[in-house]
């Protein structure tokens, strides 16, 4: 996302500049910062609409539920979006379940994933009914029937299946290969469909893949896909009745114009109808980042100008805490300056105030020359982005801003430094274990 004359692609959510001024979603960035103050999120209500849209609409006429992956974005007020536009939810803990039911998505859409579900968290997701459980592990399974059985209820699960395929995507976002931590192989799944019999509180019937993030190569897909369509139709060979297919989430997106080439979702979609041709069941969707990334910025102001010995360093006032990618993947993410004016270019190391080397958002980032007050806009900051936030170096969460047509609503205020700090007490008494 790149803010040029009349904005990318022509949508009205696009970020462009209007009359000198950066716009987003018809909301000027300039004057919300001067209000909310810098650093903040703001997300476009309506890309996030049209990305939904976009998603239903191409598997139009299949049976399918399209689960949110809440860690992409889990703010309420983005999952009530989620809500009001019929889908749900796929979450990894009960904070996420609990934020997804708050805001109104039925317990019956939504998956609860996972490698670490513990039996607090398996009797937490019993009572409120969700749809089914992504299984990990021999483990898992048998403390789910435990937990079914001692409630007298019986849990809907799908084996999340560990295809063993390389998403060709960064290392510590790679879940699909034999070495992850994540899922069965397909090998131990069908010992369990051949014993699943035993389990009566559990109703196996369903498969569930998800391989990897920020996929942008429909190939490994293919692959994954194809597996689990094999085995599904073995598994229904020996009288397994499956009822669900998830194909998890993991659809990329354009982080660097012209250098990211998203999969397009027409082609993802063909490939899914084609491979689950014979498929009658209900087909589950778990994208995170496809849906909300390119729908936010980080806006940010500078600090000051650094000049090192041989680095120009760009000082801004969000920090590694705000947004962790940069740091943690060395994700690239636009950084567009949002002065207006006509400068040279000049290459800045973006850095941020937090004590590390890490905390830098970009390096040799060759931007219009900027000053100590100018605002910046960090794109691609929708997924993954005020989720992975902390508090690090003690500095307030950001606030959250929903922009829409014009308009916009504070959907988390900033945290205060007392509100940071709630918690936390001196020894109030000492005890003895
Ligand atoms: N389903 C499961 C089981 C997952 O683990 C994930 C993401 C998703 C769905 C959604 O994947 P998506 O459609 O967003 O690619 N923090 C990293 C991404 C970690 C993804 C973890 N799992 C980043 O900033 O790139």
Redesign the pocket.
């Known amino acids: 996302m790149q803010a040029v004359e009349g904005g990318r692609a022509g949508g009205s959510h696009e970020v462009g500049i209007r009359d000198g001024q950066p716009i987003f979603d018809g909301v000027d960035l300039t004057v919300l910062a001067a209000q909310v103050s810098t650093p903040f999120y703001a997300y476009s209500a309506q890309a996030i609409r049209s990305r939904i849209n976009a998603l239903f609409g191409a598997f139009h006429g299949l049976d399918v539920r399209i689960c949110f ?1 809440v ?2 974005n889990s703010n309420i007020a983005i999952l009530q979006l989620m809500a009001q536009h019929g889908c749900g939810a ?1 979450i ?1 803990s009960l904070g996420e379940m609990q934020r997804s039911l708050k805001a109104g998505i039925p317990a019956e859409r939504v998956v609860f ?2 490698v670490g579900k513990t039996a607090d968290e398996i009797d937490a997701a019993l009572s409120a009914g969700v749809w089914r459980f ?1 299984v990990e592990s021999a483990d898992e399974l048998h403390l789910l029937q435990h937990r079914a059985q001692s409630r007298g209820v019986c849990a809907r699960a799908a084996v ?1 299946i560990n295809p063993d395929v390389d998403a060709r995507t ?1 290392a ?2 790679s ?1 699909g290969k034999a070495e992850n931590k ?1 899922g069965v192989s397909i090998d131990e799944a069908r010992r369990w469909f051949a014993e699943c019999a035993a389990l009566d509180h559990v109703q196996l019937d369903g498969l ?1 893949a ?1 391989i ?4 942008l190569d429909l190939e490994p897909f293919r692959q994954a896909l194809q597996r689990v369509e094999a085995f599904r139709r073995e598994l229904v060979q020996s009288g397994h009745a499956i009822a669900s297919v998830d194909i ?5 997106v354009m982080y660097r114009p012209g250098v990211d080439m998203p999969v397009e979702i027409a082609d993802y979609a063909s490939l899914v109808r084609a491979t689950f041709a014979d498929f009658k069941g209900t087909l589950a969707l ?6 909300v ?1 390119e729908a936010g910025v980080l806006v940010t102001r500078a600090i000051r100008v650094k000049h090192g010995t041989d680095r120009q360093f760009l000082v801004v006032d969000a920090a590694m805490n705000d947004l ?2 940069p740091s ?2 060395d ?1 690239w993410h636009e950084i567009v300056p949002m002065h207006g004016r006509d400068e040279p270019d000049v290459a800045y190391d973006v850095v941020g105030p937090v004590c590390e080397t890490g905390d830098t958002f970009a390096q040799g980032r060759v931007l219009a020359r900027c000053e100590a007050g100018d605002l910046l806009m960090i794109a691609g900051a929708g ?2 982005g005020a989720s ?1 936030g902390s508090t690090y170096n003690s500095r307030p969460l950001p606030p959250e801003v929903l922009l829409d047509d014009g308009r916009y609503a504070i959907i988390r205020r900033r945290q205060t430094i007392t509100e940071m700090m709630a918690g936390e007490q001196f020894p109030q008494a000492w005890h003895e274990t």
């Open positions: 992956a860690k992409a796929d990894v994933s996972g992504n999340r960064h510590k976002i879940t994540f569930h998800h990897g993030s920020q996929i998890g989430g993991g659809l990329g778990e994208p995170g980042r496809w849906l990334a962790l990618r943690l993947y994700a997924a993954y992975m």
